[in-house]
């Protein structure tokens, strides 16, 4: 695919529903008001919306089938998809439906009831980091992973993390600011989970998971739905918003997508998505205004400032000592809303609404001055990662 | 050499063509990994295909059970209500054939304040439920403390 055909794409609202970490709802209530949020912020009426494209990891989700039914669309293209490149594959799919002339504008969406179904699962009862029950015999990637009683992606992100510290002297403090600047940001947030300040003697002495990371260096799970449409960039004429492009996406892995076998312990596959988003655009990271940095755990948001040639391998510590440079005036700000580590778990899709809003302008005290710009999105850990540049003229 | 199942909230995985001898081989003290017939590559999880040269010439070999700490993790949460509240470690130990053969375990045999990159372990097998968990403790026979790996 030619890079600039990433730009025939572009973002044309953006909605999120009732976010809670147990609103014991059901997906599709939250999916159609996380839906309904987003047609109606781009201008459009259901009648106009002729793709659908969702992330569906689990039985706590809704997919395009049900999505298509409850609000009833008629559709040209629609997709439905557990495994990609982060959990915002969806989204770089309805790019791709748009750039290809299959349909116009894309609802592109994601709900979970996880925080509901986790919560009456009870401790245990389900998969960490999913709304799945847990099975009697697992299998796939966990299934290296629960027998010897790591049960959750925390525990290896955590090792992960731990190679840094030895590799490069890496610091608690110094990860923690992640947490501690997420926190400063979501007492702006007035939708945020948690709201109060954060200090470093509350991080450092808060109970330990899974060593490096605190109760602090994990999110915590949510019932939500965010949603985004997608549309073709010569198809915006009388909508509501200035529309978003998609300067660059990047979905690249090419190391092994092995938990325990990637080259780098020190890193993750994000290394190799972070880097080749920079081939596809003229843009440089010093052009990134705001930076909108998957952390599921601390840790991989750390990981991705590398990635992304914010600083250097192994300077990922020293770039956050102090955590002002990624404050909400720093010169690079991250995570405004609060993050997932404060505004809950959205397993990416808060990142995009999120980006969108600060290049509208709209964040009110969370806003980053000097009419920002540029934007990037990365999510995914672990063994996926997908990666955009977002502009505005 | 095996030990008694432990209080780590465990659940067993699901035995299959590919992954059967490397949950089994413990109960004759083998270590089983995957293994390209070809051109001798460690394949670690178990493959129908070589990643390297893509021959379907695979099956499991013996390795030696001798490795290195890459790196580990203290887990103090409970996971589950059974479980016990001892903290434990979890770990990513690299076997001493390649050095990007490694295997998620647990480090055994030692306080958990004692376990360190670049330790020299090796494997002692651990019944839980119907298979062999390949464990690591501390190598005896340890002269000159850590070294550092790739």
Redesign the interface.
């Known amino acids: 695919m030619n890079p600039s055909d990433a730009h025939a794409a572009c973002i044309t609202g953006v909605g999120v529903s009732e976010v809670g970490r147990n609103l014991g709802r059901e997906p599709i209530s939250l999916a159609a008001e996380g839906c309904l949020r987003a047609i109606a912020d781009a201008g459009l009426t259901p009648d106009d919306i002729d793709g659908i494209a969702a992330f569906v990891p689990d039985q706590g989700s809704v997919g395009p089938n049900e999505l298509q039914e409850a609000l009833g669309l008629e559709v040209d293209w629609y997709q439905g998809f557990l495994e990609g490149p982060s959990q915002l594959g969806a989204i770089w799919s309805a790019c791709m439906a748009v750039a290809t002339g299959q349909a116009t504008h894309v609802l592109a969406f994601h709900s979970s009831s996880e925080g509901t179904v986790r919560a009456r699962l ?3 009862g389900s998969l ?1 980091g999913t709304a799945r029950e ?6 796939g990637e966990r ?10 992606a ?3 992100i ?3 993390a ?2 840094h510290f ?1 590799e490069f002297g890496t610091t608690r403090e110094q990860m923690g600011q992640i947490a501690l600047i997420a926190r400063e940001n979501a007492t702006m947030n007035p939708l945020a989970i948690y709201r109060t300040p954060l200090t470093m003697e509350e991080y450092l002495s808060s ?7 605190c109760l602090y260096d994990c999110d915590v799970p949510t019932d939500f739905c965010a949603a985004v449409i997608i549309s073709r960039t010569d198809s915006v004429y009388g909508l509501r918003r200035t529309p978003v492009t998609f300067e660059a996406i990047s979905s690249t892995r090419r190391s ?1 997508p092995s ?3 990637f ?1 780098d ?1 020190t890193t993750m596959p994000l290394r190799d998505a972070g880097a080749a988003l920079w081939q596809r655009t003229s843009l440089r990271p010093s052009d990134v205004d705001v930076a909108q940095i998957y952390d599921g755990f601390s840790y991989i948001a750390l990981a991705w400032l590398e990635a992304l040639g914010f600083c250097g391998r192994g300077e990922g510590g020293p770039f956050l000592e102090g955590g002002r440079r990624i404050a909400l005036d720093g010169e690079l700000p991250m995570n405004t809303q609060g993050g997932q580590l404060s505004a809950g778990r959205m397993h990416g899709w808060g990142l995009i609404p999120e980006a969108c809003r600060q290049l509208w302008g709209e964040c009110e005290s969370r806003q980053v001055a000097g009419d920002p710009r540029v934007a990037v999105v990365a999510s995914g850990g672990g063994i996926v990662a997908g990666a955009a540049l977002l502009t505005v003229d | 050499m095996t030990v008694e199942v432990d209080q780590i909230y465990r659940i067993p995985p699901l035995l299959t063509d590919l992954n059967r001898e490397f949950w089994i081989g413990g109960e004759v003290g083998e270590l089983r990994i995957w293994r390209c017939r070809t051109c001798d590559e460690w394949l670690h999880p178990p493959s129908p295909v070589c990643r390297k040269c893509h021959s379907t010439d695979v099956g499991f070999d013996v390795a030696s059970g001798r490795a290195t700490v890459s790196t580990f993790s203290i887990n103090h949460y409970q996971w589950s209500a059974q479980a016990g509240r001892d903290p434990y470690v979890i770990a990513i130990v690299e076997l001493e054939e390649d050095p990007g053969l490694r295997l998620i375990t647990n480090i055994v045999g030692c306080g958990v304040g004692e376990v360190r990159i670049g330790q020299r372990v090796q494997v002692i097998f651990r019944s839980f439920d119907d298979v062999w968990l390949p464990l690591f403790e501390p190598a005896s026979n340890e002269t000159d403390g850590t070294h550092d790996v790739q």
Do not use: C
């Open positions: 009870g401790k245990g960490p847990t099975p009697q015999r697992v299998t299934g290296w992973w629960m027998p010897f009683g790591a049960p959750s925390a525990n290896i955590a090792m992960y731990q190679r030895h109970r330990m998971i899974s060593e490096p990371f092994r938990w325990e076998g080259d312990l």
